[in-house]
């Protein structure tokens, strides 16, 4: 069983920057797939970013502002946040997926933290 705390989300002005981290215990870290997601009020959650090994993923609405990293040997996933905007603003989770899978739903969850971007 993989824990996942997420850490860093804040309130931040429009063109501000933030960074979250993930931390994971419980596995072996680096076997996992890592994904971020956001939910605003009223909207499904959706993906932000993913990494596997160090290929990464970004949704359209984020590339080039938001790069996702991880750190193996600290167990812990990134996001860097740049150039905010107030549609960023929305509980993000992290998330875990075994890489075997391959593809597929993701096992574990985060708690979330709140990300509020002012206009």
């Known amino acids: 069983q993989v824990q996942l705390v997420e850490s860093g989300g804040g309130l931040v002005q429009a063109g501000g920057s933030l960074r979250l981290s993930c931390a994971a215990s419980g596995g072996t870290f680096s076997s996992y797939d890592m994904g971020w997601f956001r939910q605003a009020p009223g909207k499904e959650r959706e993906s932000v970013a993913a990494i596997r090994w160090s290929i990464t993923y970004y949704a359209d609405s984020v590339k080039g502002r938001f790069a996702i990293s991880r750190d193996n040997a600290k167990n812990t996933v990134y996001l860097q946040m740049n150039s905010l905007k107030p549609e960023d603003t929305a509980v993000y989770y992290c998330?875990?997926?075994?890489?075997?899978?391959?593809?597929?739903?993701?096992?574990?969850w985060g708690q979330g933290t709140q990300v509020t971007v002012s206009s």
């Open positions: 998330a875990a997926r075994p890489q075997i899978k391959i593809a597929g739903p993701y096992d574990y």
